[in-house]
């Protein structure tokens, strides 16, 4: 499993808008999973909890900066 920033999650999900990623955030002190998509002009982050979080790219990064991620499955 390789880790990815931020930046190439960003760059991943805006350049295959038809896929849903569900990746690991791993900050070594807790785990989260986040559903991700794109629409367009907005990230759509769903959390496990069902909670759909609408965030431009540069919002994303923004609020991950130093974040790395692992992709669990592609849907």
Avoid: C
């Avoid at 070594?28 to 559903?35: D, K, L, M």
């Amino acid at each position: 499993m390789n880790k990815l920033s931020t930046n190439e999650i960003i760059k991943l999900v805006t350049k295959n808008k038809n896929n849903v990623y569900e990746i690991s955030l791993n900050n070594g002190i807790f785990n989260a999973t986040h559903f991700l998509s794109y629409g367009g002009k907005k990230i759509y982050d769903t959390g496990i909890d069902s909670k759909v979080t609408k965030w431009f790219p540069n919002e994303f990064i923004s609020f991950y900066p130093r974040a790395f991620w692992i992709i669990d499955q592609i849907i």
